[in-house]
């Protein structure tokens, strides 16, 4: 123990040379929606968008309607302000304005200034000429790769490539108007030049994304990703913990992105576009084309779709592209006045058989058949106190599928936000995503209440509950159960030190040890966290808590430390924690500063001490390197991992590398 706090307290008080700016979006978004709730996102497809929209901000007086509604934590209501703001005042003068907005307060506003800035030059813009695209378009090449200081058994024997992980990504664009590139990915133990991927990497993404072409609001070539409505039909596009998803659910216009992630799984393939056929009324249409991974039966029919995007083994590998999956449909969505109606179409088909194994009873009702069908309407009211929505969806299943929810401004310094939702057991949808207690829109029902108060300038309080109830079985409980999700959040400024206090009560019913029995399955998460901006020099220092009681008792904490400094031409940051958890359900985890486009949230579990030294040194405008390492060491084990993937010590290191060239 002694050598585990010696450690904890030199890497504390080391001075480094740099690393995260004052501008670090990362943290500022963990203050604003909690991005703690790792485990309930997919995190990772998120943080690449968000990512690329830092990289390259937006001008928030040329920035439309839409292209604020790419920012995910901002609501409609907010941005409805923003528009009605800009429409009596004329273009911003600078970020600052942003406090004449009652429902935008100062957290939200810095972290604003991470994607948004104002350009001097007001002249009006369009949709540049091809020559205009040619000489003032900005060329992007970024390359990344992963130096793993260890082998797994899969390494040795089992897998069919090397240990590295690397990736590509050339990436072009002009303005807001239109974004082309191409990503080429490959995962640790994938064959490079080799077996099946003769191409080389085992992953290609192209992509074409244009705006603002007339009355082209949108149009997508290549790998796309899109959000009709509330997610009840059609959502493969941003997915969120529920602080963020509600923030992003009430959005009256269809959202097309280019999928410029490594994602293998959540795609679409073909094109989409958004036209304007009138005044408020927009008309989507999408086609898609593309192959899945799939485990098939004995008799060839589907088993399991896929979204890993491991081909690591021979078995992996042969499920490589093994199904064909077609798509098409649409949307018309009619606004005005702040009232807003759309109606969502979507038709699917496999060219096998969806046949999943139901003999276990949570899976009676998982989606079957080689062609499927979903149709939702779904509509809303947006003002600048009170926000209306919902989405109400049927399919070829029979089942129905509804949320509706409403938020109202009391005062401006306090929210209150109701949600209900209902899920038919019977209703599901192979691109459906919303808010839920569990995964998938299918087999719940519930209700959410939450409130948000600023009583005083340096205060915010953030509450929330939910009650859900599952009338079929679900994974671990073989019969209808109930849950029950609770948080509540204080954060607190005083100059330069942000302090943060959150606690989260979760408890669902789950099988006990007599057949047919349901116990509660309670879990308690707390996290301290005190950060201080002294403009170039940061800290952070955080305390993450957790304990579980099941069929067990288990507890489980972490004690972290951030340091960084920042200068004009580079970046440091130094991470040091340990942690201490009796098992899994007692697992403990933290957001790690990583690369570019490198999603960070290592879960830690057992006894150990987590380390990590990243620096980013931008040698100029066009050139930037990037460099991180970090060390898990395990008091407790002699081996991490099991299977292909286990590492016969307990320590493992490992490093990454990174290029951006911009020219």
């Known amino acids: 123990m002694k050598r585990i706090i010696a450690a904890v307290i030199l890497l504390s008080y080391v001075v480094v040379v740099v690393a995260q700016t004052p501008d670090d979006w990362e943290s500022l978004l963990n203050q604003v929606v909690g991005i ?384 209900q939702r209902f899920y038919s057991y019977k209703y599901y949808s192979l691109f459906s995503r919303s808010f839920g207690d569990a995964s998938s829109v299918q087999n719940e029902s519930g209700v959410y209440l939450s409130a948000t108060w600023r009583p005083l300038a340096w205060l915010s309080l953030m509450a929330y509950t939910d009650y859900a109830y599952h009338p079929w079985a679900v994974y671990q409980a073989d019969k209808e159960s109930r849950a029950w999700d609770n948080l509540a959040s204080a954060t607190m400024r005083f100059g330069k030190v942000t302090a943060n206090v959150r606690y989260r009560y979760r408890t669902r019913e789950r099988n006990g040890d007599e057949e047919g029995q349901l116990i509660w399955k309670q879990e308690h998460r707390a996290r301290a966290q005190v950060d201080y901006d002294g403009g170039a020099f940061t800290t952070r220092s955080q305390i993450d808590v957790a304990a579980c009681e099941y069929k067990a008792s288990s507890f489980g904490w972490m004690f972290s430390q951030r340091l960084s400094y920042a200068c004009r031409w580079l970046r440091a940051s130094l991470m040091a924690g340990y942690f201490h958890t009796d098992d899994y359900d007692s697992r403990v985890y933290t957001y790690e500063q990583g690369m570019l486009y490198e999603f960070s949230f290592p879960v830690f579990y057992g006894e150990g001490i987590r380390y990590a030294l990243s620096l980013r040194s931008d040698i100029s405008a066009h050139l930037m390197l990037q460099a991180k390492i970090g060390v898990t060491d395990y008091f407790d084990s002699d081996h991490i991992s099991s299977g292909l993937q286990q590492i016969d010590r307990s320590s493992k290191a490992d490093l990454w590398l990174q290029l951006k060239w911009r020219f």
């Not at 664009?173 to 030049?193: C, K, M, N, T, Y």
Request: glycine share 10%; charged share 20%.
């Open 36 to 419: 703690d709730e790792a485990e309930d996102a997919d995190w990772a497809d998120n943080y690449e968008t968000l990512n690329y929209l830092a990289e390259h901000p937006m001008d928030i007086n040329t920035a439309s309607t839409d292209d604020l509604l790419r920012l995910p934590f901002l609501t409609a209501s907010q941005v409805e302000d923003i528009d009605a703001y800009r429409y009596r005042h004329g273009a911003l003068r600078s970020l600052g304005e942003l406090a004449m907005i009652e429902s935008i307060d100062a957290p939200l506003r810095k972290l604003m200034s991470c994607f948004l800035y104002v350009d001097k030059n007001t002249e009006e813009k369009h949709f540049p000429s091809i020559g205009n695209i040619l000489k003032y378009g900005r060329h992007e090449l970024l390359a990344t790769g992963q130096i793993p200081f260890y082998k797994r058994k899969g390494d040795e024997n089992g897998y069919l490539g090397y240990q590295y992980r690397h990736w590509l990504r050339y990436d072009f664009r002009r303005g807001e108007w239109l974004r082309a590139g191409i990503v080429a990915s490959q995962d640790a133990g994938e064959p490079f030049f080799a077996q099946r991927n003769k191409a080389g990497y085992d992953y290609y993404s192209a992509y074409l994304m244009i705006r603002h072409l007339g009355r082209v609001k949108a149009l997508a070539v290549g790998r796309y990703r899109m959000k009709l409505g509330m997610g009840l039909a059609v959502n493969n596009s941003l997915s969120f913990g529920k602080l963020a998803m509600l923030a992003s659910l009430n959005r009256q216009q269809p959202i097309i992105s280019a999928h410029s992630s490594r994602s293998e799984g959540n795609y679409l393939q073909g094109a989409a576009a958004t036209v304007t056929a009138m005044k408020g009324l927009d008309i989507t249409a999408f086609a898609s084309y593309r192959n899945r991974d799939a485990t098939l039966n004995d008799d060839g029919s589907i088993a399991t779709l896929l979204t890993t995007g491991y081909h690591r083994t021979a078995s992996e590998m042969e499920r490589k592209g093994n199904t064909h999956q077609t798509a098409f449909g649409g949307n018309i969505n009619y606004s005005s006045h702040g009232f807003h109606a759309g109606l969502t179409a979507v038709q699917t088909s496999l060219n096998r058989t969806l046949n999943p194994d139901t003999r276990q009873i949570y899976r009676a009702h998982y989606p079957s058949g080689d062609s499927f069908w979903n149709a939702s309407i779904d509509y809303g009211y947006i003002s600048r106190r009170l926000s209306i929505g919902g989405e109400t969806a049927t399919g070829g299943s029979g089942g129905v599928a509804t949320i509706n929810t409403v938020s109202y401004e009391v005062v401006p310094s306090l929210r209150l936000t109701a949600l």
